[in-house]
């Protein structure tokens, strides 16, 4: 079973900026894809964005230019770098890994909220 744990969610201002980690319990050379989806209240989940075992990255487009999404090897850690927060940018934020078996799996998840 392969584990996915988030952090770094919080509270943050309009402007503000956050970073979220998801690490994972196995190597991530078993992983192909890893992205980051989020859910706000009453809404469905939706993509975030996502970066391959080759590092390349894409993003929903109303992400591209303030979300960042990289990645650490040696840490088995992915990161969601947010900048230029806004209030509809409040949600849960769920990893997602797809391992080369073919499974996912999901994070608990973490709450990030933009006051205005």
């Known amino acids: 079973q392969v584990q996915l744990v988030e952090s770094g969610g919080g509270l943050v201002q309009a402007g503000g900026s956050l970073r979220l980690s998801c690490a994972a319990s196995i190597t991530i050379f078993s992983i192909t894809t890893m992205g980051w989806y989020r859910q706000a209240p009453g809404k469905q989940r939706e993509l975030v964005g996502t970066i391959t075992s080759d590092g390349l990255t894409n993003y929903a487009d109303s992400q591209k230019g303030r979300f960042t999404i990289s990645r650490d090897n040696a840490k088995n850690t992915v990161y969601l770098q947010m900048s230029s927060l806004k209030p509809e940018d409040t949600a849960v934020y769920y990893c997602?890994?797809?391992?080369?078996w073919g499974s996912g799996y999901w994070g608990q998840g973490t709450q990030v909220t933009v006051s205005s």
């Open positions: 997602y890994a797809r391992a080369t």
